[in-house]
C-alpha cells in the first residue's frame, strides 16, 4: 500500500527535472536570453548550496564619515533601526527644527568611499514621497558634514 502512494509522488519529483515538459520562447530574444541563463546556471545539490553558505562570508563596508554624519543631519528624525553592516538607516517621522511638515527617512550607505555614489536617501512626508529638491538638499548636507568630520579627523 505504500509503495502504491508513494511512487506517484517520486515520479512527480523525478518529472520536475526533466526537460520534457519545457516551452520553448517563440520570440528569437527569449530564446537567447534563455540559451544565456541556461548557460551561467550551474547545477549543485542541496548539500552543496547549504556547505557554500555557510563557508561564504559578505564583508560589508560602509563609509564612517557618511554613517556618522547621516545621524548628524538627521538627528531630529525619530530612529527606528539602523544597522552599521549594511549601511542602512530608518526614521520614524518627526518635524525639523523651524519646519511645518513631517518627514521619514530611510539612508542606505552602500560603498566604503566618501563619493555622492555611496549615499541614497529616500525622503517620505505624510503625504507621499518628498519632493527632489528636498532629498538633495538633505543628501548636500550629509555629504558636506561628512567631509567635515574626515577633515577633522585628519588633524588629530
Same mark, same amino acid.
Given at each position: ?29 527569449? /530564446? %537567447? ?12 545539490? $542541496?548539500?552543496? #548550496? &547549504?556547505?557554500? @553558505? ?49 518627514? /521619514? %527617512? ?12 555611496? $549615499?541614497?536617501? #529616500? &525622503?517620505?512626508? @505624510? ?30
Amino acid at each position: 500500500m505504500r509503495i502504491v502512494l508513494i511512487a506517484p509522488l517520486l515520479l512527480a519529483l523525478a518529472a520536475c527535472g526533466s526537460n520534457l515538459l519545457k516551452v520553448t520562447p517563440s520570440d528569437p530574444e527569449e /530564446r %537567447a536570453n534563455d540559451r544565456f541563463l541556461n548557460d551561467t546556471q550551474t547545477r549543485t545539490t $542541496l548539500g552543496e #548550496a &547549504l556547505r557554500a @553558505r555557510r563557508n561564504q562570508e559578505q564583508v560589508v563596508q560602509v563609509n564612517r564619515y557618511i554613517w556618522a554624519a547621516s545621524l548628524q543631519v538627521l538627528d531630529f528624525l525619530p530612529i527606528q533601526s539602523v544597522d552599521p553592516f549594511t549601511g542602512v538607516i530608518v526614521t520614524g517621522f518627526g518635524t525639523p527644527p523651524g519646519g511645518g511638515r513631517a518627514y /521619514r %527617512a530611510t539612508v542606505l550607505i552602500q560603498d566604503p568611499s566618501l563619493d555622492a555614489r555611496s $549615499l541614497n536617501v #529616500a &525622503l517620505q512626508t @505624510r503625504n507621499g514621497a518628498a519632493g527632489a529638491a528636498t532629498v538633495r538638499a538633505i543628501e548636500d548636507a550629509i555629504l558636506t558634514r561628512a567631509r567635515q568630520l574626515r577633515v577633522a579627523d585628519n588633524r588629530l
